[in-house]
């Protein structure tokens, strides 16, 4: 099953965290079978997240066979998905991240998941680093890459 | 031949008969009064040497020692004074001579030491010279080496100040500007950097997937 993942799920983490939501929501289904008549029940709040992907994959959240289905899509997509690490100088917005998410998506693989870090060093852009390579993508490297014309420009100045 | 000369010829012939006569004449009488003067000598010598033992006796042979001995020790005397004028004399040209010899010598000899000074000094003068133009040249040499490792050097020092500047510049406008974009600005310049990389990216993916 090719799973469709929204938006708002962009790293392993929030597949681990699907994976625990399914799995309490799976417990309360067990524990209301064998719960007394009259108790009182309190189902697990599942979150948006959670929900956006069982829409999408149009998928029934009160069906075991669904969750079963979509638990272990999850945990397939957890050990094959293809991971991208990106870190920022700063913390990302979540409409930013959600951009990036959307565009590696649509033109890397659909079950791209994100690591995001932080390097204030950058102090812009961003640093892609894929299972093999890195790719600097930062103000940084761009200057660094500019420092011969800099220095070009520094020693027209000091010579008049 | 006539008369008159025969005439002359007979006088001629009478005259050396007449004078050869004559000669002969006068030598015959000449040689009688010698032998008569010889035998008064003889008698005379005869009575000088009876007679000398009274002429020469003791005293007169004595004033006449005496008077030998004067006229010697004169004449030693006036001999002396020659040989002693002589001698002053001799001395004196002898010191000349020896003076102007000396002189002559220490004059060439000199010469030969006012020739060895100043091909001394000729040497010396070449010898220094050649040290001097070694030394310039030794000197134009290090010079341009100094100079050469002085423009090396400050090239150095300017590439390294360059260097350093830049990296200065760049981690000030890192640290000017880190805080200061906004993630929602770079985001049109991220997707594009991501849209370069776009084939690098899903290479890898691929590959390690």
Same mark, same amino acid.
């Given at each position: 099953m090719d799973l469709k993942l929204p *938006? /708002?799920?962009? /790293?392993q983490v929030d597949v681990a965290r699907l994976m625990r939501e399914l799995g309490a929501l799976g417990d309360f289904f067990i524990s209301t079978q064998a719960r007394q008549a009259g108790a009182s029940v309190q189902p697990p709040r599942s979150s948006g997240a959670l929900e956006q992907l069982a829409s999408e994959n149009k998928l *029934? #959240? #009160?069906d075991g066979q669904h969750r079963q289905q979509l638990n272990d899509a999850l945990n397939t997509l957890l050990g094959q998905a293809p991971l991208i690490h990106i870190s920022f100088a700063a913390e990302p917005s979540p409409k930013a991240l959600d951009r990036i998410v959307s565009w590696l998506r649509s *033109? =890397?693989?659909?079950?791209t998941l994100l690591q995001v870090g932080l390097q204030p060093? =950058? $102090? $812009?852009g961003c640093v892609v680093r894929t299972p093999n390579r890195v790719l600097d993508l930062s103000m940084r490297a761009y200057l660094k890459q500019q420092e011969p014309y800099l220095v070009e420009l520094i020693a027209g100045a000091a010579r008049g | 031949m006539n008369t008159g000369g025969l005439i002359l010829i007979i006088g001629s012939l009478a005259a050396a008969t007449a004078a050869f006569i004559w000669v002969a004449l006068r030598l015959s009488s000449t040689s009688s009064r010698v032998i008569k003067k010889d035998m008064s000598d003889i008698e005379l010598d005869k009575a000088a040497v009876s007679d000398v033992e009274h002429i020469f006796n003791e005293e007169f042979r004595e004033e006449l020692r005496n008077r030998g001995r004067l006229h010697f020790e004169k004449v030693i005397g006036e001999n002396a004074m020659f040989l002693q004028q002589d001698l002053r004399q001799t001395t004196t040209q002898l010191n000349d001579y020896m003076k102007a010899e000396i002189t002559r010598t220490l004059q060439e000899e000199f010469k030969k030491y006012e020739q060895s000074i100043t091909d001394a000094k000729q040497l010396a003068i070449a010898s220094i010279e050649k040290t001097i133009t070694t030394i310039d040249q030794q000197r134009e040499f290090l010079q341009k080496q100094l100079a050469g490792q002085y423009e090396e050097q400050k090239d150095q020092i300017i590439a390294r100040f360059e260097k350093d500047m830049a990296n200065i510049i760049n981690h000030y406008v890192l640290r000017a500007i880190g805080n200061q974009i906004d993630l929602s600005d770079q985001l049109d310049y991220i997707l594009a950097e991501l849209e370069a990389n776009k084939k690098a990216i899903v290479d890898d993916i691929r590959s390690g997937t």
């Open positions: *938006n /708002s799920v962009v /790293s *029934n #959240l #009160l *033109n =890397i693989h659909p079950q060093t =950058i $102090a $812009a | -």
